[in-house]
């Protein structure tokens, strides 16, 4: 990663020009996208509390309910409401984030404190 790095400065370096330009393009347009999309946001989320606190509705279960809804054409023989199969795949992602998180941890306890940081393990 260390030479793609320096091959990339390199390249910068051998036309500048180009790279202020490329890098005001991308700049500009990043900016522009994320405050558009912020105020498109804002003013849609303002609207829809609004008009759920209007009719008395809890605003996490309505987008819930619209959000698997919009999952139907995705699903293959499932309901959007068939909270077993949806149970079933909260479980199995929350037994993978555990085991994602408990592997490496496992395999840094079992390295010496004194060794490790001259190792890469």
Do not use: C, W
């Not at 330009?21 to 003013?43: C, F, H, M, S």
């Amino acid at each position: 990663m260390l030479k793609d790095l320096r091959f990339a400065i390199r390249l910068l370096l051998k036309s500048p020009g180009f790279a202020a330009a490329a890098i005001a393009a991308i700049a500009l347009g990043i900016g522009a996208n994320t405050t558009v999309l912020n105020l498109v946001k804002r003013e849609r989320l303002v609207l829809m509390l609004e008009h759920f606190r209007a009719q008395h509705l809890d605003p996490i279960s309505v987008s819930a309910f619209a959000g698997a809804r919009s999952l139907t054409a995705l699903l293959y023989r499932v309901s959007p409401h068939d909270f077993s199969t949806f149970g079933l795949v909260a479980v199995a992602l929350g037994t993978i984030a555990l085991l994602a998180s408990y592997v490496p941890a496992a395999r840094v306890m079992r390295a010496d404190p004194m060794i490790a940081p001259s190792h890469n393990i």
